[in-house]
Nanobody, 120 residues
Framework: QVRLVESGGRLVQSGGSLRLSCVSS????????MAWYRHAPGMERELVAI???????NYADSVTGRFTISRDNVKNTVYLQMNSLKPEDTARYYC??????????????WGQGTQVTVSS
């Protein structure tokens, strides 16, 4: 039984910073990576950042240079540090395991997500 719990989102002003957390449990298989996704109303879900089991990272072009994904294996937690936030970053943010192509692995175990709202 996989559980993913996101937290840390809130309302912030443009240019501000937030750090999101994702605590996972029940993952027994070997995964390629963990990732952050976001979904805004009227938009498709998009991959924001990914960190592989080897520690390499990749980011969406829209957040490169502003966001940093990291992990704490002892705490089973993945983080997303978000700096220089823009109104375009407004979305609900979710975490999940990810394949090499960036697709979510546990499609039946999405968490509640955490809302990030950036005011202009």
């Amino acid at each position: 039984q996989v559980r993913l719990v996101e937290s840390g989102g809130r309302l912030v002003q443009s240019g501000g910073s937030l750090r999101l957390s994702c605590v996972s449990s029940g993952i027994t298989l070997s995964i390629y990576a963990m990732a952050w996704y976001r979904h805004a109303p009227g938009m498709e879900r998009e991959l924001v950042a990914i960190i592989t089991n080897g520690g390499s990272t990749n980011y969406a072009d829209s957040v490169t240079g502003r966001f940093t994904i990291s992990r704490d294996n002892v705490k089973n937690t993945v983080y997303l540090q978000m700096n220089s936030l823009k109104p375009e970053d407004t979305a609900r943010y979710y975490c999940n395991a990810a394949t090499r192509s960036g697709a979510p692995v546990f499609r039946g175990s999405w968490g509640q997500g955490t809302q990030v709202t950036v005011s202009s």
